[in-house]
């Protein structure tokens, strides 16, 4: 049965060996996504997200909260 297209969405096919087919079919799983789609795009977003972030931005914003909170405090 042919697929059935929806808006805004397109086919994407790749050629991958069994050993790649198997760990994203184990990813998929332990994700717990519904569908194979939303895990190759969460894969897609985190791969291409994860040398662009500052790894200490997180450090940074804690601090902020921190020191917020603090002076919150204060006026208490």
């Known amino acids: 049965?042919?697929?059935q297209p929806q808006p805004g969405v397109v086919q994407f096919a790749l050629d991958v060996?069994?050993?790649?087919?198997l760990r994203f079919d184990t990813l998929h799983e332990s994700l717990g996504f519904?569908?194979?789609s939303q895990t190759f795009e969460a894969i897609l977003?985190?791969?291409s997200t994860k040398?662009?972030?500052d790894p200490a931005v997180l450090e940074?914003?804690?601090?902020?909260?921190?020191?917020?909170l603090r002076l919150l405090e204060s006026f208490t």
């Open 17 to 21: 060996s069994l050993d790649a087919k």
């Open 1 to 3: 049965m042919p697929r």
């Open 34 to 36: 519904k569908t194979k």
């Open 45 to 47: 977003y985190f791969v």
């Open 60 to 68: 940074r914003i804690e601090t902020g909260v921190k020191e917020t």
């Open 51 to 53: 040398d662009k972030i």
